[in-house]
């Protein structure tokens, strides 16, 4: 240990008389502008890059119903069921006071009416198929929090009580229209015509609700739709001989966000990550060549840890770490068109056991994020996430127990989308992780 102590003065020595210019345009607080101080660069810290799963993501009451699958080249198969509770303000058809006119009132049509919202990942130019199913239990968690969950699912009907296959157009303020049963329409109005239903509870005893479910074959993509604005609509009208049909609808909307939730699986059989182990363990960057894996909705994240970060107290009898960038690189060929980088990273703070005790916060108290630099060159250099962890490598560098905490990473909407990311660790070929830190002697 000492050997190694030695070691690393003499070369922190050595560049620090060799770099002016980084002691110089680095600027700090007052305290430290003493001429004898030093700041130094440091470069060389082991950094440890590993992949994490998560038990579960909570996917109820996210305002966004996903559906869709398709076969990722780097991570599998990604697959999204959408489930959900349906509820009407009235359950009374159009009267005008009296029961009696309800006689006259038939059956039309009944359609699934859902509007995007904007997101999508995949190939959206390919044919996306998907079914509508009845549930046969009621959209009611099991557990006591009261949240759904993205292994979460409920049995329902293999009878389609609809089909659609389109091409989705996600981005543009449109909707799709999927013609329903006529069968199932037909028998849902006689249960209003004859008032057997006349309440949610009486509706709700009947139909459980309705999950979305994508088909295996002639799909790539995942969609997101709107859910207070989606619906199930069903068409009637008044028949009078001799006269034209008046038309009447009854809306059937997703009014609790809460009994929505997106069932969202990966299967891993032959990928990289196929021997990811259980929540509270990890899976070397060193087993998957060399490569951190994130992806939002199936709880697979990035885990980066320090081991050596302790060893830098030593450095001086009078130190401190006054700011640290943790530079993450994508992996090349491994986002594109159909599957591009997210804008930024959301990082947390874990313990040895995966678990996250809080988000990455500055001195200051706020949010860390990791934003990515954009602006690329020939061989994609210079695109990056930048994440500045000068105040978190302090606090662990000046840690009394032996515990470790380490930085989590994911992907914003991590409960709501299925966007992923593969980084390189330190040893990479092409897109090393790279780890300044600016540390100070006075």
């Given at each position: 240990?000492?050997?190694?102590?030695?070691?690393?003065?003499?070369?922190?020595t050595v560049f620090s008389c060799g770099t002016d210019s980084?002691a110089g345009e680095f600027v700090v607080g007052s305290d430290?502008?003493?001429?004898?101080?030093?700041?130094?660069?440091?470069?060389?810290?082991?950094?440890?890059?590993?992949?994490?799963?998560?038990?579960?993501?909570?996917?109820?009451?996210?305002?966004?119903?996903?559906?869709?699958?398709?076969?990722?080249?780097?991570?599998?198969?990604?697959?999204?069921?959408?489930?959900?509770?349906?509820?009407?303000?009235?359950?009374?058809?159009?009267?005008?006071?009296?029961?009696?006119?309800?006689?006259?009132?038939?059956?039309?049509?009944?359609?699934?009416?859902?509007?995007?919202?904007?997101?999508?990942?995949?190939?959206?130019?390919?044919?996306?198929?998907?079914?509508?199913?009845?549930?046969?239990?009621?959209?009611?968690?099991?557990?006591?929090?009261?949240?759904?969950?993205?292994?979460?699912?409920?049995?329902?009907?293999?009878?389609?009580?609809?089909?659609?296959?389109?091409?989705?157009?996600?981005?543009?303020?449109?909707?799709?229209?999927?013609?329903?049963?006529?069968?199932?329409?037909?028998?849902?109005?006689?249960?209003?015509?004859?008032?057997?239903?006349?309440?949610?509870?009486?509706?709700?005893?009947?139909?459980?609700?309705?999950?979305?479910?994508?088909?295996?074959?002639?799909?790539?993509?995942?969609?997101?739709?709107?859910?207070?604005?989606?619906?199930?609509?069903?068409?009637?009208?008044?028949?009078?001989?001799?006269?034209?049909?008046?038309?009447?609808?009854?809306?059937?909307?997703?009014?609790?966000?809460?009994?929505?939730?997106?069932?969202?699986?990966?299967?891993?059989?032959?990928?990289?990550?196929?021997?990811?182990?259980?929540?509270?363990?990890?899976?070397?960057?060193?087993?998957?060549?060399?490569?951190?894996?994130?992806?939002?909705?199936?709880?697979?994240?990035?885990?980066?840890?320090?081991?050596?970060?302790?060893?830098?107290?030593?450095?001086?009898?009078?130190?401190?770490?006054?700011?640290?960038?943790?530079?993450?690189?994508?992996?090349?060929?491994?986002?594109?068109?159909?599957?591009?980088?997210?804008?930024?990273?959301?990082?947390?703070?874990?313990?040895?056991?995966?678990?996250?005790?809080?988000?990455?916060?500055?001195?200051?108290?706020?949010?860390?994020?990791?934003?990515?630099?954009?602006?690329?060159?020939?061989?994609?250099?210079?695109?990056?996430?930048?994440?500045?962890?000068?105040?978190?490598?302090?606090?662990?560098?000046?840690?009394?127990?032996?515990?470790?905490?380490?930085?989590?990473?994911?992907?914003?909407?991590?409960?709501?989308?299925?966007?992923?990311?593969?980084?390189?660790?330190?040893?990479?070929?092409?897109?090393?992780?790279?780890?300044?830190?600016?540390?100070?002697?006075?």
């Open positions: 240990m000492h050997k190694f102590i030695l070691i690393l003065l003499f070369a922190m980084d430290y502008l003493a001429l004898s101080n030093k700041v130094v660069l440091i470069d060389t810290v082991s950094v440890e890059m590993s992949t994490i799963n998560f038990d579960s993501l909570v996917t109820s009451n996210q305002s966004r119903i996903l559906v869709g699958n398709y076969d990722d080249p780097i991570y599998g198969k990604v697959k999204s069921n959408s489930y959900f509770q349906l509820a009407s303000s009235s359950y009374a058809l159009m009267s005008g006071g009296s029961d009696t006119e309800t006689t006259n009132y038939v059956f039309d049509s009944i359609s699934m009416i859902l509007k995007y919202d904007n997101y999508y990942y995949g190939d959206t130019t390919k044919v996306q198929t998907f079914n509508i199913h009845r549930l046969l239990q009621k959209v009611k968690p099991n557990t006591e929090d009261n949240n759904f969950y993205n292994n979460s699912a409920l049995s329902y009907s293999d009878e389609s009580l609809g089909t659609i296959s389109y091409k989705p157009r996600p981005i543009e303020k449109d909707s799709i229209n999927i013609k329903m049963s006529s069968a199932f329409g037909a028998a849902l109005f006689q249960k209003l015509k004859k008032r057997e239903i006349t309440d949610f509870d009486s509706f709700n005893e009947y139909l459980k609700g309705l999950v979305l479910v994508p088909a295996t074959a002639n799909s790539a993509s995942v969609t997101g739709f709107n859910v207070s604005t989606s619906k199930v609509r069903m068409y009637y009208s008044k028949y009078q001989a001799n006269t034209e049909e008046t038309p009447y609808i009854v809306d059937f909307m997703i009014s609790d966000a809460t009994k929505q939730f997106n069932s969202i699986s990966l299967d891993k059989t032959g990928t990289i990550i196929q021997n990811l182990p259980i929540s509270t363990s990890k899976l070397s960057s060193s087993l998957t060549n060399h490569q951190g894996f994130i992806q939002s909705g199936t709880g697979v994240a990035c885990r980066i840890d320090f081991p050596n970060i302790k060893q830098l107290k030593y450095l001086s009898e009078k130190g401190a770490i006054v700011d640290a960038q943790l530079v993450l690189r994508p992996v090349n060929n491994s986002y594109s068109e159909q599957y591009p980088l997210a804008d930024s990273l959301k990082i947390y703070v874990g313990d040895n056991l995966n678990r996250i005790s809080a988000s990455l916060v500055n001195s200051a108290g706020t949010s860390v994020f990791g934003i990515l630099n954009k602006k690329s060159d020939e061989f994609n250099e210079n695109i990056g996430y930048l994440i500045p962890i000068g105040n978190f490598l302090q606090k662990e560098m000046l840690k009394q127990s032996d515990t470790r905490s380490s930085l989590i990473l994911t992907l914003p909407g991590i409960s709501k989308t299925v966007n992923r990311i593969v980084l390189g660790d330190q040893k990479h070929l092409n897109n090393k992780i790279l780890l300044k830190i600016y540390y100070i002697s006075y």
